[in-house]
């Protein structure tokens, strides 16, 4: 689902408008203006106090604050009406969100009791909204497949009770579903192993005014090697090597390395400043991007801040140093640790259906670790569901939705889903769906495999 970018990543899109518009209208204006300082402060004390010799680091989100539901409204609000402050990587995540209920907002507004479950997530969920949201995809799909009746079953602590009800007729469905957080813990464990490694050799990159853009892909599980390493095996090294070349190639990791391209980069910010960060940076910097990989930097340069002093309005106006690399680990262990498996989500969702009655289950997680990692998960997910012990449930279908998205420099957002889906092998009764996706229309889904086996935008 591309949309064209206007200047410095902003979109004009009423459905995106319409949506958050009506999230707005649960929330006082003075509730949201302390919301929005809130999340611009905390932005602020993140930032590097100088405009000079700053890191741009392995950038996941410009915000750490627990108020993640007022973060995804900022998100959409700035794509919209302030898109200098705008942050592409997270915005990309959710803007398709927003699409998807403002293009069928008349339809949600019908679901029952929808209105007290967005006053959850702007409430009490509001540090973890990403479960909530997939609930109202959720129970919007249902609706959008013609079921007249569809709503949220109140909770009743400490009775269980699935999350969504869809009926139409005499047919009647009991609907759970699980969002499996955004990165797994041995996944946030690896970044900051890798961050540590990176960070020794970044400095001694900068201290001696080393440029190099580098490609390293390790075999073995990053915990296993000290912070030094790359500081012990390539520092040595780099004086005496004619670039571009490859530096390394054994059973631990294989590494090339070739010099940045000043020329390219500054005849580029000639004519244009960069969004910091941002996946143009990669661009700039390295000559290309890579989605599925992991990219850290160090730079040096002026940066300035345009339309204001707050906000993530700053922009690479100069380069003076670069050094960048991207990385990635193939290690068989470590595929298999990102790699998480869905069975004790699907166990956590069966408890949640009734003794009686057709179910079905709806899992939801981000593909964000490379073709080889969601090749495992899709094989171990098939075995987990195909051998899955119902424990006397009615459940006839299990849908898992993969998502994946991107910020070009060329587009707002670029947002791929698969549905894999599963019911013959539990009891071989008719789909209750036509159409699966939930947040991509269903043409827009890939006909021929799966989104991780094609090339990024």
């Not at 001694?204 to 490609?215: A, G, K, M, P, Q």
């Not at 699907?346 to 009734?354: G, H, I, M, N, T």
């Not at 098939?382 to 994946?404: A, M, P, Q």
């Amino acid at each position: 689902m591309p949309r064209e970018i206007p200047p410095f990543g902003g979109t004009d899109d009423a459905d995106i408008e319409n949506a958050l518009q009506w999230f707005l209208g649960f929330l006082n204006a003075d509730d949201w203006k302390t919301r929005v300082a809130a999340i611009e402060r905390n932005i602020e004390s993140g930032m590097q106090p100088r405009t000079r010799d700053f890191d741009t680091g392995d950038y996941v989100s410009a915000y750490g604050g627990r108020d993640r539901m007022a973060w995804y409204l900022y998100l959409v609000h700035t794509a919209l009406h302030d898109p200098l402050k705008y942050e592409p990587n997270q915005g990309a995540r959710i803007l398709p969100i927003f699409k998807r209920l403002g293009a069928d907002l008349g339809l949600l507004k019908r679901i029952g009791g929808v209105e007290e479950r967005v006053q959850r997530l702007l409430g009490g969920e509001r540090a973890q909204p990403d479960g909530g949201l997939f609930e109202l995809l959720v129970a919007l799909l249902w609706k959008r497949n013609g079921y007249p009746t569809v709503e949220f079953i109140p909770e009743r602590p400490p009775g269980k009770s699935p999350d969504i009800l869809a009926r139409s007729g005499r047919e009647e469905w009991f609907v759970e579903c699980k969002r499996l957080r955004k990165s797994s813990e041995y996944s946030e464990r690896e970044r900051e192993k890798w961050l540590a490694m990176w960070s020794r050799f970044a400095q001694h990159l900068t201290r001696h005014n080393i440029s190099l853009v580098f490609e390293m892909t390790f075999h073995v599980e990053l915990a296993s090697l000290p912070d030094d390493y790359l500081v012990a095996q390539l520092a040595g090294k780099l004086p005496f090597l004619s670039f571009p070349c490859h530096i390394a190639s054994n059973e631990t990791w294989d590494v090339t390395a070739r010099p940045v391209d000043y020329h390219r980069a500054r005849a580029h910010l000639r004519r244009y400043r960069v969004r910091v960060p941002s996946d143009q940076i990669q661009e700039l910097l390295a000559g290309y991007r890579d989605p599925r990989r992991g990219f850290t930097s160090a730079t040096a340069g002026d940066v300035v801040r345009i339309g204001g002093a707050s906000g993530n309005n700053r922009f690479l106006d100069s380069l003076s140093f670069a050094a960048c690399s991207f990385w990635s680990c193939d290690a068989p262990r470590a595929v298999l640790h990102k790699a998480r498996d869905v069975r004790r989500h699907l166990a956590r969702a069966v408890d949640q259906l009734p003794s009686t009655g057709k179910c079905a289950v709806h899992l939801g997680l981000e593909t964000l670790d490379g073709p080889l990692v969601e090749q495992v998960r899709f094989d171990r997910t098939k075995h987990s569901i195909d051998n899955f012990h119902t424990l006397g449930k009615d459940l006839r279908w299990v849908y898992c939705h993969l998502f994946e998205s991107y910020a070009p420099p060329d587009q707002c957002w670029v947002m791929d889903e698969t549905v894999t889906h599963f019911g013959k092998s539990l009891t071989g009764r008719d789909e209750p769906l036509a159409f699966r996706p939930v947040i991509v229309s269903d043409d827009e889904t890939a006909a021929d495999g799966v989104h991780w086996d094609r090339d990024p935008p």
